[in-house]
C-alpha cells in the first residue's frame, strides 16, 4: 500500500493525470492541483477552514439563478476576470483597451436609430454620447453593431428588475455605425453603484472590509467583422471610486472627461434642456477575430 506525505501527495495527484488524452486539460488540472496544494501547504489550512470554504463555494453554486452568476461575481472581486482579461490582451497597443463584461449584458437588440434616448422615462441629469469606431490608423469602419448599456440613478440595471419581463429594455441598445464609422445616442449620467451584495460575495466583501463599489461608467460592445470584439467601459472623470473599483476594473486610457454644457441644443441640432453633459469617446479596433461573448441572460422578445 503506498502511503503519501505532505509533499509526495502533490506529486502522486498530479500523475494520475498522467494519462489525460487532452494536453490542454492534462496542463489545467496539473497546475490547479499544484497551486492548491502550495496553498493549503502554505496556510496550514485548519478542518474548519476547510469547511468554511467547501460551504461558501456551495453557497455560492445555489445563489447562481439564470439571471444571477455569483461565481462570475466571485471571480471579478477576486480580480480573476481582470486577469484572464490581461493575459489574453497582452499586444494592444493602439487599440482601445478592454475590461470586463459583468453580468449584466444581455445580448442583442433591435438596432436603434443614432440619437435615440435609451432612458425614456427614468430620472436623471441628461448626457449625449457620441463616438467614432476606427481601425488602428484611424480608418472609420462602418456598419459596426455597438451594444451599450449601463445602470440607472439608483444604480440598478433594468435586468435586475422584478419588471424586467414586462417591460421593454431601459439604458440598454444596440446603434450601427455610419459610413463614417459614427454613432451616438442620449442616456441620462450614471452614477457609481455597488454589486450585489446579499449573497455569499457580499458577505465576503463585508468580512475583508471592502467596499462594493464600482465607479460610474457605461458599457460598450464593439463587434466588427474581421476585428478581435472590443468588451469595454467608458469611465466618467472625477467619480471617487475610480482608483478602488471592487473588481478592478478602470484603465486610465478608458476614463473620460465628460463636459458639463449649458448650450440650448445637442450635437445633432436638437434642443437640450440646459445643464446636460457630453461624453466623447472614440474606440480603436485591432484586426483578428474571435466571437463576441454570450449573455447569460438572453434580451427581451420585445427588444
Ligand atoms: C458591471 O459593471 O456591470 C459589473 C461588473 C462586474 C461585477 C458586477 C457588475
Ligand atoms: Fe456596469
Known amino acids: 500500500m503506498t502511503q503519501f506525505n505532505e509533499t509526495d501527495l502533490t506529486a502522486a495527484v498530479v500523475r494520475s493525470f498522467d494519462d489525460t488524452p487532452d494536453p490542454r486539460v492534462k496542463f489545467l488540472m496539473t497546475e490547479l492541483v499544484k497551486s492548491l496544494h502550495d496553498f493549503v501547504r502554505r496556510t496550514d489550512l485548519t478542518f474548519e477552514e476547510w469547511a468554511y470554504a467547501i460551504d461558501f463555494l456551495t453557497r455560492t453554486g445555489h445563489k447562481c439563478t439564470p439571471t444571477r452568476q455569483e461565481f462570475i461575481l466571485l471571480s471579478d472581486v477576486l480580480g480573476v476576470s481582470m486577469l484572464v482579461d490581461a493575459v489574453n490582451h497582452r499586444e494592444r497597443e493602439g487599440a482601445t483597451q478592454t475590461t470586463v463584461l459583468g453580468p449584466f449584458y444581455v445580448g442583442e437588440h433591435k438596432p436603434m436609430s443614432h440619437g435615440t434616448d435609451i432612458s425614456a422615462g427614468i430620472d436623471g441629469e441628461r448626457m449625449f454620447v457620441q463616438s467614432r469606431v476606427t481601425d488602428l490608423v484611424g480608418k472609420p469602419l462602418a456598419n459596426v453593431p455597438v451594444d451599450v448599456w449601463h445602470a440607472d440613478d439608483d444604480g440598478f440595471y433594468d435586468s435586475q428588475k422584478p419588471s ?13 455605425t455610419d459610413a463614417d464609422g459614427r454613432f451616438f445616442f442620449r442616456t441620462i449620467l450614471p452614477c457609481s453603484y455597488p454589486i450585489p451584495t446579499d449573497g ?14 464600482r465607479p460610474a461608467h457605461v458599457h460598450f460592445l464593439v463587434n466588427a467583422p474581421g ?10 472623470d472625477g467619480d471617487k471610486y475610480l482608483d478602488t473599483d471592487v473588481v478592478f476594473g478602470v484603465k486610465d486610457d ?12 445637442m450635437p445633432d441640432g436638437k434642443p437640450a434642456s440646459a445643464p446636460w453633459h457630453l461624453m466623447t469617446y472614440d474606440f480603436r479596433m485591432k484586426p483578428g477575430s474571435g466571437a463576441a461573448p454570450q449573455p447569460m441572460m438572453p434580451a427581451k422578445e420585445n427588444a
Do not use: C, W
Open 164 to 176: 424586467y419581463d414586462k417591460n421593454g429594455p431601459s439604458l440598454r441598445g444596440r446603434f450601427i
Open 200 to 213: 455569499p460575495v457580499g458577505e465576503m466583501i463585508l468580512q475583508t472590509a471592502r467596499h462594493p463599489m
Open 227 to 236: 476585428y478581435e470584439p472590443l468588451i469595454t467601459h467608458v469611465f466618467i
Open 254 to 265: 478608458l476614463v473620460s472627461k465628460v463636459e458639463k454644457r449649458t448650450d440650448p441644443v
